[in-house]
C-alpha cells in the first residue's frame, strides 16, 4: 500500500468518525437545553405555528426564599412528652426539597399587603384582612400601648406580624404569589396578564414561580432542624437535635456572645428577658425578623420568637396515619372528626383545628423543640403566633 493510499484511507477514516463526534459531544436534551427539535417526531421547535418551547434557565428565585435540600430525617419529639399526648412520636421520613421564608413574615410586609388589597379589592376583604391588634389587651396587664402601637408604628416594622389567624395567613400566601409572578412576568416581557384578573401565567413559560403557602408540618420540622450541619462522612449524622442548634443549652457557648441566648422565650415565672443592665435574650414581647444566629439552613427564629402556623390539620395519630414521603395532613381522612366528639365539649380537636409549631416570646424552652406540637381553631389569633411561607422545588426529583 503506498503512501498516498494510505492518506487517503486515513483522513476518510476521520471524516467518517466526524458525525460520530459532534453527535456525542453536543449532549443530551435536558430541561435546560431542550435541543432544536424533537427527539421523537424530528420536527423542529419554535417555527411559525409550531410547538413552542421556551428558554427555561430553572425555576427562578423568589424573594426571601432560602432553599432547603431535602431528604430522610426522623421526625418527632426528643424531649420528655410532658403532656402525656404522645402525639409525635419518632419515625422516618423523607421531605423532598422545597424553598421557606428565611423570617418571619413582619408587620410591614403585612401594611404592605393591606395598602395594595385596598387599592383593588373589596372593602369587605380589606377588613377580613386586619390583624387583630387587641390579641395584646390583658384585663390584669398594661398592654395597651401594643395594641395601638405594634402593627403601625415604624419602631415595630420588621417584627413578626401578629394577630393574623390560619386563614389570613394562606389568604396572604395566595396574594403574595400573583403579585411575585406578575412582576417576574413584567420582568420577561410577557403581556396580558393582570393581577386584577385573576388570570393564570401559563407554567409553560418558565419564568413564575409555584405557590407560596404555609409549610407542612413536615417541612417546617426538617428546616427547623437543620441537620444538614451534622453531616459526616457518607449518609451518616453525628447526632441529633433538641433545638435548632447543637447541644442541649439554650445560652451560646462561644465567642464574644457566650452566656447570652440563643433565642427569644420565657425563662420562668415573671422573667421574660432578665434584669437591667444585663437584658439577656434583650426582648420582653417578640424581636427583630433577624435576631439571633440563623440555623445551618439559613432560617432565623426557628426557635422562639413567635410560633408559627403550618398547613397541616391536627390529629393526635398523624405519626403513624400519614405516608413517609412528604407527610401531611389535610383533612381527617382516616381519623375523622366526629370521633372526638367535639359538638359536646369532650374534645377540642375538628377539621378546622391547625398545627403551629416554634415556641414564643411567652413559652417556656420546652416548647422551642422542633418536635413538639400544639393546635388551635384556624380562625383564631393570638400574640404568640405568625408564620413563614414556604414553596415547592418545581421540576426537582429530590
Known sequence: MNKLYRNILQWACIMGALPF????????????????????????????????????????????????????????????????????????????SFYMDETEVANIHWLEYLFYIKIDSSQEYYESALPDTT???????????????????????????????????????????AVVNMNLAEEAGLEGFSAESGERIPLETGVVLPDYRLPTEAEWEYAAQALIGTQWMDENQTHQRVYPWDGHSLRNPYGKKMGYFLANFKRGRGDYAGIAGKLNDGAMITDYIMEYAPNDFGLYNMAGNVNEWVYDVYRPLSFQDVDDLNP???????????GYDYENFNSLINDNVRVYKGGSWKDVAYWLSPGTRRFIEEDSATSTIGFRCAMIRAGSNY
Not at 396587664?141 to 389567624?165: C, E, I, K, T
Open 21 to 96: 463526534f459532534f453527535a456525542c459531544t453536543k449532549g443530551k436534551p435536558t430541561s435546560v437545553n431542550p435541543g432544536s427539535e424533537s427527539t421523537t417526531t424530528g420536527l423542529a421547535y419554535n417555527e411559525d405555528g409550531g410547538f413552542e418551547v421556551n428558554e427555561f434557565k430553572g425555576q427562578p428565585a423568589g424573594p426571601n426564599l432560602r432553599f432547603i435540600e431535602g431528604g430522610r430525617t426522623t421526625m418527632g419529639s426528643f424531649e420528655e412528652d410532658l403532656l402525656t399526648s404522645r402525639d409525635n412520636l419518632e419515625r422516618t421520613v423523607t421531605v423532598a
Open 328 to 338: 401531611i395532613r389535610k383533612d381527617g381522612f382516616l381519623d375523622e372528626a366526629k
Open 135 to 177: 390579641v395584646w389587651a390583658r384585663e390584669m396587664a398594661f398592654n395597651d400601648p401594643y395594641v395601638d402601637h405594634y402593627l403601625r408604628y415604624p419602631g415595630f416594622r420588621y417584627f413578626p406580624v401578629v394577630g393574623v389567624s390560619w386563614v389570613q395567613a394562606a389568604d396572604y400566601c395566595k396574594w403574595r404569589t
